[in-house]
C-alpha cells in the first residue's frame, strides 16, 4: 500500500477531496547539487494536488488524514496510461517501416513517423476504452482513506534557572 498524508478539504457522500503536497525525492540523492531535476522541481516547487478519496473513516472538512492505494493498482494504472500508449507507438512506427522498406523505399522517415503517431493515438484511445470500459471496477483504481491523523501536542516542560 502506497500512502500519503493529506488534508480533507470537501466530503460529498461516501467520497472526500484532499489536498496533498507533491513532493519530489531530489533531497536524498548524494548528486542533488549537479542534476537538472534538481534545478526543474525548484522552479515548479511542491504543488498541492487535489484527490477524489473513498470516505472510509467518515472524516468531515480540516482533518488530517492517511490516504492509501494499492501497489497493484497504481501499477496496472501507470502501465495502462504511459507504458501502452510507448509500445504502441514504438511497435507502429516499426511496423511503418517495414512497410515503407517494400513499398517507398524514399519516404522510410515519413511513413515511420506518421505510424508512430498513428500508433500513439490509437494506444491513447485503447487506454481511454479501457479505463472507462472498467467503470464498474473502478474503486480499484480510487485512494482510500485509511486513517485519521491525531495531532501531536508537545508538552512544555517549564525549566527554572536558579
Same mark, same amino acid.
Given at each position: 500500500? =502506497? !500512502? !500519503?498524508? $493529506? %488534508? =480533507?478539504?470537501?466530503? !460529498?457522500?461516501?467520497? $472526500?477531496?484532499? !489536498? %496533498?503536497?507533491?513532493?519530489? @525525492?531530489?533531497?536524498?540523492? @548524494? =548528486? *542533488?547539487?549537479?542534476?537538472?531535476?534538481? =534545478?526543474?522541481? *525548484?522552479?515548479?516547487?511542491? *504543488?498541492? $494536488?487535489?484527490?477524489?478519496?473513498?470516505?472510509?473513516?467518515?472524516?468531515?472538512?480540516?482533518?488530517?488524514?492517511?490516504?492509501?492505494?494499492?501497489?497493484? $493498482?497504481?501499477?496496472?494504472?501507470?502501465?495502462?496510461?504511459?507504458?501502452?500508449?510507448?509500445? @504502441?507507438?514504438?511497435?507502429a512506427s516499426g511496423a511503418g517501416v517495414a512497410m515503407a522498406r517494400q513499398w517507398w523505399p524514399h519516404y522510410l522517415d515519413l511513413s515511420s513517423i506518421i505510424m508512430a503517431v498513428a500508433g500513439l493515438l490509437a494506444g491513447l484511445k485503447y487506454s481511454r476504452y479501457k479505463s472507462s470500459f472498467n467503470n464498474a471496477n473502478q474503486k480499484t483504481y480510487e485512494p482510500v482513506i485509511l486513517k485519521k491523523v491525531t495531532p501531536y501536542i508537545r508538552s512544555q516542560a517549564v525549566i527554572w534557572d536558579k
Open positions: 500500500m =502506497v !500512502e !500519503e498524508q $493529506a %488534508t =480533507v478539504v470537501d466530503c !460529498e457522500g461516501e467520497f $472526500a477531496w484532499v !489536498e %496533498t503536497q507533491r513532493q519530489s @525525492s531530489c533531497g536524498h540523492c @548524494s =548528486v *542533488k547539487n549537479g542534476c537538472g531535476t534538481q =534545478v526543474l522541481s *525548484k522552479i515548479f516547487g511542491n *504543488k498541492t $494536488a487535489y484527490v477524489r478519496c473513498i470516505n472510509s473513516c467518515h472524516v468531515k472538512i480540516g482533518d488530517r488524514v492517511i490516504i492509501g492505494i494499492n501497489e497493484s $493498482a497504481l501499477l496496472s494504472g501507470s502501465f495502462l496510461l504511459y507504458l501502452l500508449p510507448l509500445l @504502441s507507438m514504438i511497435i
